[in-house]
Every structure is written in C-alpha cells, then in structure tokens.
C-alpha cells in the first residue's frame, strides 16, 4: 500500500518535469493573408465559433483527467493544448481585425480625395461663371406721374446715378471680402487636395516597398 502512494507522489512529478524540459516550438504559425472585408468577417465569426469549441472541448478534456490515474498530467496537458489553439486563433482574429481598419482609412482616404476633387472644380466653375448680383427691390424707380418735364427727367436721372455709386462704394467692401474668401478657399481646396495625394503616395511607396520585403516562396 505504501509504495503505491509513493507511485502516485512522485511519477506525476517525474513526467512533468520531463514535459518542462522538452524544448519550446520555434516559431509561430503562418496565417493566411486577408484578401477581402467579406473574408475577415467570416474569419472573425469563425474566430468565435473556434474559441467556443476549444472551451468546451477543454471543459470535456478536464472531466476525462479527473477520472485518470496522472490527474495533474493530464489537466497540465489539456491546458497546454487549450493555450496553443487559442493562441493560433488569437493570431487570425489579429490579422483579420487590422485588415479591416487598413481598408477603413483607406476608404475614408478616398471619400476624402473625391471632396477635395469636387470642392476644386465647384470653385473653379464659380470662378469661371460668377453669379450676377441679386436685384435690390429698393433700387427700382418710382413710377413717373403722366407728365414730367425734361427737369425733372434729368434731376431724376442724376439722383439715380448718385444713389447707384453710393450703393456701388458700400458694397465694395463687402464684393472685395468674398473675392478674398473665395480665392482662400479655392487655395485650401489645393493644399487639402495636394495633401491627400501625398499621403497617398507615401502609402502606396509603404506597400510597395513591404511587398518587396516579403519573402519570395
């Protein structure tokens, strides 16, 4: 009776030691590159479809130990298993993810571009076909009695000249700050334009050049 306590204390702890002694595997494992927004969806569903089935397969294994002879064996080795394919599905839930804000900011890149496109040619188009200034009811002459003498014609005249250059020197201002506006908008349209594009640029130069990194099979 007593040697087989003494089996039962010390062979758990001689296989265990063996298994801590083994080396590591070098190395992880090689996950397929995402290609689509569909596909990392579906990669991150299945993610959690694997996940729920390691836990329960690792819940199942557990209940098989306890009925071992090796208990603490056999539960550190259901762990280690548990550990490795959770860690594989960690890595394809990682990459999946970081596919899809990569094609998230491009696509707000673009939609960004297209603005600063459309910005620059409503500009130019206002530049090239400006609006006529809308009509002032007030400036509209007052209907003229039946009849007016050539006096009172002229001094009407005149006073319709005077009160159009008055009303042409206070809008001056105003006409010269929306000329300035425009031609500062029509310039920021440029730079922001200008600044997507080089930004652009570096990306595709990262790309190209992580391409050109990648190991060749």
Known sequence: MKNWIWL????????????????????????PQTHSVEQADARLLQVKKDREAVEAQFAASEQ???????????????KEER????????????E????????????????????????????????????????DPG????????AVSLAQRQAEHEARERARAA??????PQRAAKAAAFERKKAA????????QAKLAE?????????QAQPKN
């Open 64 to 78: 098989r130990c306890y009925e071992k002879f090796f208990v603490n064996h056999c539960l550190d080795k259901a």
């Open 189 to 196: 349209a440029a730079k922001r334009q200008a600044e997507i």
């Open 83 to 94: 550990r490795m394919r959770l860690a594989e599905l960690r890595s394809v839930e990682v």
């Open 203 to 211: 990306k595709e130069e990262k790309k190209r050049r992580a391409a």
């Open 167 to 172: 009303k042409a020197a206070q809008e001056a």
């Open 96 to 135: 999946a993810s970081a596919y899809k804000r990569r094609q998230s900011v491009e696509q707000r890149d673009r939609e960004l571009e297209d603005r600063a496109q459309k910005d620059a040619a409503e500009a130019a188009y206002n530049a090239a076909n400006p609006k006529p200034p809308a009509a």
């Open 8 to 31: 039962a204390l010390v062979l758990p702890s001689m296989t265990l030691a063996q298994d801590i002694g083994r080396p590591a595997t070098i190395g992880a494992p090689r996950i």
């Open 139 to 146: 400036s509209k002459p007052a209907p003229k009695p039946a």
